[in-house]
């Protein structure tokens, strides 16, 4: 099945310590997104990719930053996670047809815990 | 910009009764509306869009939704509520004027009584 797979499901880090998360898809969709969600908060996106141009939201931490080698991989990078990095993170991908009403599909997240 | 509320953080039904969840979008031209749903630990699962044609749309799992243009609301509705329903619910809107962003409400937790 076409799907968004996220890896790991959970990841532990250490405050200060980098770590990269990964999304991959078989949607061979063009926009790839990343979103921050904090425990009973809506999704926060952080930046999309459209191709290879990569749109960074304004209030985006430049401790977050993003890679996208191919069509279907995604990375995430914290430089230097602090407490308050502590989130599921999830990744989204979505065709582009013209219009704004294409269906953005979610990765299952990862859950990143901060020591 | 566009924004969306959610009317209630929390919302308590028992099983086989009504399930209304509401939303009120702001979008200055015509919106795409969407409602998701997220399970515990899991990433969010379209329920059903609304993308300017039938102002009822219908769903997966027993949902639908009504697009009021007049009260600028897109109500997430299920008659008979099962206790696998019982999950966070996200209603989000996007539009011409945002670009590729689809902006979410703050999310409704529903829950489901035996």
């Known amino acids: 099945d076409a799907m968004v797979i996220q890896n790991p499901r959970y990841q532990v880090t250490q405050f200060g310590k980098p770590v990269t998360l990964s999304c991959s898809q078989t949607l061979n969709h063009n926009v790839m997104y990343w979103y921050q969600q904090k425990s009973s908060q809506a999704p926060k996106l952080l930046f999309h990719?459209?191709?290879?141009?990569?749109?960074n939201e304004a209030d985006t931490p430049d401790n977050f930053q993003s890679r996208r080698p191919n069509t279907s991989f995604c990375f995430l990078d914290i430089r230097s996670p602090g407490l308050g990095d502590a989130a599921m993170y999830l990744c989204?991908?979505?065709?582009?047809?013209?219009?704004?009403?294409?269906?953005?599909?979610f990765g299952p997240g990862t859950r990143l815990l901060v020591l | 910009a566009q924004s969306v509320t959610q009317l209630g953080s929390h919302v308590s039904v028992s099983e086989g009764a009504l399930v209304l969840l509401r939303c009120n979008y702001s979008?200055?031209?015509?919106?795409?509306l969407f409602w998701y749903v997220q399970y515990p630990n899991q990433g969010l699962q379209l329920l059903l869009k609304y993308t300017s044609a039938a102002t009822l749309v219908k769903g997966i799992n027993g949902f639908e939704a009504e697009f009021k243009k007049s009260e600028t609301s897109f109500h997430l509705t299920k008659p008979s509520a099962h206790m696998s329903d019982a999950a966070e619910y996200f209603c989000?809107?996007?539009?011409?004027?945002?670009?590729?962003?689809?902006?979410f409400g703050a999310g409704t937790r529903l829950f489901v009584k035996a």
């Open positions: 979008s200055s031209v015509p919106p795409y």
């Open positions: 989000a809107v996007s539009d011409a004027t945002g670009g590729f962003k689809t902006i």
């Open positions: 989204a991908t979505s065709g582009w047809g013209g219009t704004y009403q294409e269906t953005q599909y």
């Open positions: 990719y459209y191709d290879k141009d990569f749109n």
